[in-house]
């Protein structure tokens, strides 16, 4: 797959795992609703500049939408945006059980 269209995949994966309309995004990152649309189907390579405008627009990582995090597959980007998402509503004391149960599960599937 092209890094272009994983990219797109990664950008619709974290916009809905944040609630965005692909609008609501164009608006965050100043760029156009049909520029949205077209990078998440793969349309178009985005140059550096959008990339790095929508990682802000998205409150992520630019490393998580260039997959450096070897999240290659459509279904871990978007479960990967899911899981901060859903920490980031989190209360403190709630986030650090929720880091030490995602440690755990890293460390038995390292054994």
Excluded: W
């Excluded at 609703?33 to 409150?59: F, H, M």
């Excluded at 899911?82 to 890293?106: F, N, S, Y």
Aim: proline share 4%; glycine share 8%; aromatic share 0%.
């Amino acid at each position: 797959m092209a890094r272009h269209i994983r990219i797109g995949l990664r950008v619709r994966a974290l916009r809905r795992a944040k609630g965005l309309t692909q609008a609501e995004l164009a608006e965050r990152a100043d760029r156009s609703n049909e520029a949205i649309s077209g990078l998440e189907r793969g349309k178009y390579s985005p140059s550096l500049e959008t990339v790095l405008a929508i990682a802000r627009a998205l409150d992520s990582p630019l490393a998580e939408l260039m997959g450096e995090d070897n999240a290659d597959s459509p279904k871990r980007a978007r479960l990967m945006g899911e899981l901060t998402a859903a920490a980031r509503a989190l209360p403190d004391g709630d986030l650090e059980t929720a880091v030490e149960l995602v440690t755990a599960l890293g460390r038995r599937r390292r054994r």
